[in-house]
């Protein structure tokens, strides 16, 4: 049975926790890729058009155009959305 010197060096040098500690101080030092979204607001797409709503006349009138996005985003599927022609 003969010793094997490279695997002997790689188990006494710990040559896998060097190469991972390496791999971890080459992250360290770059910008960091996440947000803290409560705080920190991401950029927005110029093509986000914000939440659905039902919007409303200054008189208190809806405006429903019945271009039925309440009932593609209702995730019980509870509203249902009948135009009148």
């Known amino acids: 049975m003969a010793f094997d010197y490279v695997r002997a060096t790689k188990y006494f040098l710990l040559a896998d926790f060097l190469k ?44 429903c155009i019945a271009c039925k996005l309440c009932e593609a985003i209702c995730p019980a599927q509870a509203i249902t959305i009948d135009a009148e022609p």
């Open 20 to 63: 991972g500690f390496q791999l971890g101080l080459k992250y360290f030092f770059r910008p960091k890729a996440t947000v803290n979204y409560p705080h920190e607001k991401g950029p927005l797409s110029p093509r986000f058009r914000g939440e659905h709503a039902l919007r409303r006349y200054p008189n208190g009138e809806e405006r």
